[in-house]
């Protein structure tokens, strides 16, 4: 059974930074892409930035800069630096690994909390 567990979540202060960590148990098959989402209560869960298995990246505008993903695919592990942080990105913070075993699937973490004060 696949099982993404992530990292690293807490407290810090406005302008702070944290580095978030997932890392992937199981039968993965061979790797995709590996991303952080993210989703605040009340509203929906968005993107935040993305990796692929060639190490392409690719982020949302708002984190552009000042978050930095990068992966190793021999550990199943994505990472999510996050500098600068504003007290709006207060959010659960999600992994997510999209994978191919015969057929492509999505997996997610369980997320964690970060929490930016201002």
């Known amino acids: 059974q696949v099982q993404l567990v992530e990292s690293g979540g807490g407290l810090v202060p406005a302008g702070g930074s944290l580095r978030l960590s997932c890392s992937a148990s199981?039968?993965?098959?061979?790797?995709?892409?590996m991303g952080w989402y993210r989703q605040a209560p009340g509203k929906q869960r968005e993107f935040v930035a993305r990796?692929?298995?060639?190490?392409?990246?690719t982020y949302a505008d708002s984190v552009q800069g000042r978050f930095t993903i990068s992966g190793d695919n021999a550990k199943n592990t994505v990472y999510l630096q996050m500098n600068s942080l504003k007290p709006d990105e207060t959010c659960v913070y999600y992994c997510s690994m999209e994978v191919r075993r015969g057929v492509k699937r999505t997996y997610w973490g369980q997320g964690t909390q970060v929490t930016v004060s201002s």
């Open positions: 199981g039968s993965l098959g061979s790797i995709i892409t």
């Open positions: 990796i692929t298995s060639g190490f392409s990246t």
